[in-house]
């Protein structure tokens, strides 16, 4: 059995565990877990840029802003998505999502590196000035309050049963994620990441698979919007402020790009620290630059990658001890 394989069934088996746990806990960890799931989601979708194509965004708040400013408009002001329309609401967010990125993907995709990340963070601000400045729809610095949640037969004021169908959520985006990676255009993107010169020799349309990549993490962001809106309660510019993306960018660097599961690796670490230990002591934030700081210089693949490091340091203890014995074997 494959490492990816074992990471994936452990993965599971986590996530089961957390699922029984979590709402056998206090309302607090309940709530903390849910919005750590929707962040789980808009770290997935910075995932497929970042980890699976190579593009390094600072946008992605954009996306997850529209998602949840669409679900606040939309309930408070025309009592949309309360009901059964809740479902159409998550696919007006997702779509919302889509097209503001494909908007934007016409300029970003022009551009690689360092330039790409600049304009990306160029055109979330654009949106965040947006959500700032047009009080008259999201309500300025006061932003939207939104009171109550949909109700189709579940109650889902109680935080338990959302906490269930945001899991819903995740477990679904993980696993359209997952075979979208396993495809022929997810090693594509792979293989773009890798050498896109090399791509365009061998005859595939790099500029158009980037493309179809940022239109879809662009749904899931505005998927994550939606989920968070009724989350949290309000939306407000600090929704698609900067910090924002780069939450969701370290969530996936310190779980592990090119992994998904690292998403959520980081989003539980993050919030962990952010929600819970900052009840506790008043100098968190120096434990959770300590963790950024030193998963970079010592686990460039994020916690993800320990496993693999463990594998390797075995082998090459084994190696040491015994290397006519290793190599007989390996041969």
């Known amino acids: 059995m494959s490492s990816e394989k074992i990471k994936i069934l452990v993965v599971i088996a986590v996530l089961l565990a957390l699922a029984y746990i979590i ?59 309360l009901n059964w329309d809740f479902w159409l609401l998550i696919f007006l967010g997702m779509l919302a999502g889509a097209a503001l990125a494909a908007f934007f993907g016409l300029f970003a995709i022009r551009a690689s590196n360092v330039y790409f990340l600049m304009i990306t963070l160029a055109l979330g601000q654009c949106v965040w000035g947006l959500a700032y400045r047009w009080s008259s729809l999201t309500g300025g610095d006061n932003g939207i309050n939104v009171p109550v949640r949909p109700s189709f037969g579940l109650d889902l004021t109680n935080e338990r049963t959302f906490f269930f169908l945001v899991y819903g959520f995740f477990i679904v985006s993980l696993l359209l994620l997952y075979i979208l990676v396993r495809s022929p255009f997810g090693h594509s993107l792979a293989g773009i990441r890798e050498r896109e010169l090399r791509m365009r020799i061998l005859g595939y349309n790099t500029w158009l698979h980037k493309y179809i990549a940022f239109v879809i993490a662009g749904a899931f962001g505005g998927l994550a919007g939606v989920l968070w809106a009724f989350t949290n309660g309000i939306v407000s510019p600090e929704t698609v402020v900067l910090t924002t993306s780069v939450d969701a960018l370290l969530m996936v660097v310190l779980g592990g790009a090119g992994t998904l599961v690292g998403g959520v690796v980081g989003a539980a670490i993050v919030f962990g620290v952010r929600e819970y230990l900052s009840t506790l002591v008043p100098w968190w934030q120096y434990v959770l630059g300590g963790i950024y700081v030193l998963t970079i210089l010592y686990l460039p693949s994020g916690l993800m990658g320990i496993p693999a490091h463990i594998r390797q340091w075995w082998i090459q203890k084994s190696k040491d001890k015994n290397p006519k014995k290793l190599a007989s074997v390996t041969s």
Request: cysteine-free.
């Open 23 to 81: 709402p056998h806990s206090t309302s607090f960890v309940v709530l903390l877990a849910t919005r750590a799931l929707v962040f789980a989601i808009l770290a997935m979708s910075v995932d497929i840029l970042l980890g699976f194509t190579g593009l390094a965004s600072l946008g992605q708040a954009a996306y997850f802003g529209i998602g949840a400013y669409l679900a606040a408009i939309m309930t408070t002001r025309y009592h949309f998505g």
